[in-house]
């Protein structure tokens, strides 16, 4: 959950041997079951988390659709009982509305779960035609290997980057669910599933796309075609460091077509104010993003400590919308609770004396003091 799919490390150049690489060793992964068909339509996603239970500050995060489904594990793996859950309860129905025919084909992988007899009877009797794919054949015959998960996987990188650059070093259950719907509905989009079919050679039908792939073959490069850069106004204000740059080598073309004999200090003086406004224009881009990766991390953590923690459960596989609806449940009940009326506390009886049991008199000041004395004293 909080590794970055390719990251740059900037070292030292004086050491001679290759710096390593160290990464937490206990890390914690979840696992993803998504969905594509090659008409371009997402299927939601079932997300498996490591839990013994179901928690109520999962469900409150805003990023996470309704018709999401997250499911507990003791390792965080599917397993057989969670394959055949979304077989039943997220595949079939969410993707019968979508059939032409009375049958549909279902792409899967190797894996256990999908190879059991109750996976298998029921996909018998749905008329659902299961077909796995080779081993270590995914890279190529899998749509969502092939264009999905590599954009996936860069754009949540680039979300974790932000909050790393915020000062946030861990990354918890509830900050991947905060991230990663976002970067679900930046890749997930009808054309790149279709693109991932294509490119899979499945829709449209073309075996050469993977045989291509398998067969070395010899070309020669295209060399890259230049790209103009836009020429800004003479009188424009830079903005940026690339409109100072080209407004610097503007000024230095316009002083050489002069041909005007300037002795080197007026150059260098441009030189050292071109390389001062650049620090200037790149430190304060750098303050802005800073400012606004914080305030970001700001209000997600607030969010965090006004969730509801409690114990939804242990139920394998639960959508969205179930769990939000337990939480108002337990809300429900424990507004009924404050709601009643709390009993009156148990008050003292007021003081009284102890010989005439008058109310507000003691001892002391009791007038019958001397009766009182004289009581005690032939009970002596």
């Not at 980057?161 to 669910?177: C, Q, V, Y």
């Amino acid at each position: 959950m909080g590794l970055c799919s390719t990251s740059k490390v900037i070292t030292a150049a004086e050491h001679s041997e290759r710096p390593c690489t160290v990464i937490q060793g206990n890390c914690e992964w979840v696992t993803i079951i998504e969905t594509v068909s090659s008409k371009g339509i997402y299927i939601p996603s079932v997300i498996i988390l490591k839990a013994a239970s179901q928690q109520a500050a999962l469900y409150q995060e805003p990023a996470l659709s309704k018709d999401w489904w997250i499911a507990t594990s003791k390792n965080s793996w599917t397993t057989d009982e969670i394959g055949l859950c979304w077989l039943k309860e997220v595949f079939e129905p969410y993707s019968r509305c979508y059939t032409t025919g009375t049958k549909w084909l279902l792409i899967l992988d190797g894996h256990s779960s999908h190879l059991t007899a109750e996976f298998d009877t029921f996909c018998k009797e749905n008329a659902i035609v299961c077909l796995c794919m080779p081993a270590h054949a995914s890279h190529l015959l899998q749509p969502l290997d092939v264009c999905v998960f590599g954009p996936l996987k860069r754009a949540y990188g680039k979300m974790l980057e932000k909050r790393m650059i915020a000062g946030n070093n861990h990354i918890d259950k509830e900050d991947f669910l905060s991230l990663y719907p976002s970067a679900c509905a930046e890749v997930f989009t009808p054309d790149n599933i279709c693109k991932g079919f294509a490119g899979a050679g499945l829709k449209p039908l073309d075996k050469e796309r993977v045989l291509a792939k398998i067969t070395f073959q010899l070309y020669t490069p295209t060399p890259p075609a230049s790209v103009e850069s836009s020429v800004s106004s003479a009188f424009q204000t830079p903005q940026n460091p690339h409109q100072l740059d080209h407004k610097v080598r503007s000024l230095q073309k316009s002083l050489s077509a002069r041909k005007q004999k300037l002795s080197s200090s007026p150059m260098s003086h441009i030189h050292h104010l071109e390389k001062a406004a650049q620090m200037a224009m790149n430190m304060n881009l750098l303050l802005q993003d800073e400012i606004r990766t914080l305030r970001a991390e700001t209000e997600q953590k607030t969010r965090k400590k006004a969730r509801r923690h409690a114990i939804l459960g242990n139920n394998t596989l639960l959508s969205v919308q179930e769990g939000q609806n337990h939480i108002q449940q337990l809300d429900t009940q424990l507004n009924k609770k404050l709601d009643e009326p709390t009993p009156m506390p148990q008050q003292r009886a007021p003081q009284c004396c102890s010989g005439c049991g008058t109310i507000g008199h003691t001892i002391r000041n009791c007038p019958n003091k001397q009766l009182y004395i004289q009581l005690l004293d032939s009970l002596i």
